[in-house]
């Protein structure tokens, strides 16, 4: 809208008690000035109704946010707004779980994608009972090259394979703790959804995938069954089979080949799970379980030994394992390959997977009959723990 004229053209100001002296302007010049006015004015009305038609049209991304604020996330929305939602409020009961335990507050990092997306990265550094622990989560949304689109074609038919480039969209939970102490097993947690999207915003092929995992020092069986028993309740409650087919893949994805043994005792680990394994209200709730199960999983063996007594062998033995797990995650991981070669992505929150020290000892070998070489036997031939 133009300004009125009366704040284009203000009346000069007189001096207190002073009459304005009356100001006549020849007609030429007024006609001048009223052409000038009555030309902007025009400009502007013009200018203003082409505007719309210069602006961009809204992304998906922007079209999600707007579809939050206005209703809110419900049953009916699109499941990668309710997948968001369900990982920030999960990310929430963990931190604040883990809290309680360490007495320190976690340092929170929010972010947003310039091409859409957002992401909380809470983090906690040199703790009481943490050295290190990192609880993220990210939204994604963007665009598949060619090459992407026919990678992802092996697992997901429903992929257009005549695309150039692929609308996608990503969320995801994902943390990492490393205790102090060396009696304390590191655990790591990652849960996502992943789906493509015509210009519309509207689902194509989609996908679940996760897991979870615990990477002892010092191997208490005790602490290996109870961490296997409750995530396979978790799993029994929607498919038997689950449990041992998914704690095989973790066993053979977290294979370290160049050191033939395994990151850690195992869990769970799936990958592309869609519609060709279940419905996805069915996923859906099998993620929830399976990611709920977390805090019943971990905290009684956290609380168990994180204040056990230790020495130094054991310090540098506890340095030694979070080398190997340096190794695979830079190595092997496709979540943290997936993270760095994604455009714009924050370098920051995917490496907060690492532990904060770590050691490589040259050719270091534990003791024959020691602890150390007891773990060392188990990782070289995995465990089924119940």
């Excluded at 091409?115 to 550094?125: E, K, M, P, R, Y």
């Excluded at 270091?364 to 020691?370: A, F, L, T, V």
Aim: charged share 25%; net charge neutral; hydrophobic share 35%.
């Amino acid at each position: 809208m133009p300004r009125p004229l009366t704040q284009v053209l203000p009346q000069s100001r007189q001096p207190p008690g002073q009459e304005k002296a009356g100001t006549v302007w020849a007609p030429k010049t007024r006609l001048a000035i009223g052409i000038v006015f009555v030309g902007s004015m025009i400009y502007s009305m013009y200018t203003s109704t082409l505007e719309p038609e210069r602006l961009e049209a809204p992304t998906i991304a922007d079209r999600d946010n707007r579809s939050k604020m206005e209703s809110g996330i419900t049953e009916s929305s699109p499941m990668r707004l309710r997948m968001e939602a369900f990982v920030k409020q999960q990310q929430e009961e963990i931190v604040s779980a883990l809290q309680k335990i360490d007495g320190s507050k976690f340092r929170v990092d929010t972010w947003n994608r310039p091409a859409g997306g957002d992401g909380i990265s809470c983090v906690l550094q040199d703790g009481n009972v943490f050295e290190k622990a990192g609880v993220n989560t990210s939204i994604v949304y963007g665009t598949l090259p060619k090459p992407a689109i026919q990678k992802m074609r092996v697992n997901h038919k429903a992929i257009d394979p005549d695309v150039q480039s692929l609308q996608f969209f990503a969320a995801g939970l994902s943390m990492v703790l490393h205790p102090n102490n060396p009696m304390a097993p590191t655990v790591h947690l990652n849960y996502r959804y992943f789906e493509t999207m015509d210009e519309n915003g509207d689902g194509k092929a989609w996908w679940f995938g996760g897991g979870t995992d615990l990477t002892p020092s010092y191997l208490f069986a005790e602490d290996a069954i109870h961490f296997h028993k409750t995530i396979k309740d978790a799993c029994d409650k929607h498919d038997k089979s689950y449990f041992p087919r998914f704690k095989a893949w973790c066993d053979k994805y977290f294979y370290i080949p160049h050191r033939q043994e395994t990151r850690g005792v195992g869990g769970i680990f799936f990958d592309d799970l869609d519609e060709d394994e279940e419905d996805q209200e069915e996923l859906f709730s099998f993620i929830q379980d399976c990611c709920k199960a977390f805090l019943p999983s971990y905290l009684p063996i956290i609380q168990k030994r994180k204040d056990l007594p230790y020495g130094q062998k054991e310090k540098e033995w506890q340095q030694v394992r979070r080398g190997r797990y340096v190794e695979f995650n830079l190595v092997h991981d496709r979540g943290t390959s997936f993270g760095l070669n994604t455009p714009n992505a924050r370098v920051e929150s995917i490496l907060m997977s690492l532990p904060l020290t770590a050691r490589w000892m040259y050719m270091h070998e534990p003791e024959k009959g020691s602890r150390e070489q007891k773990l060392v036997d188990i990782l070289k031939k995995p465990v089924d723990w119940v």
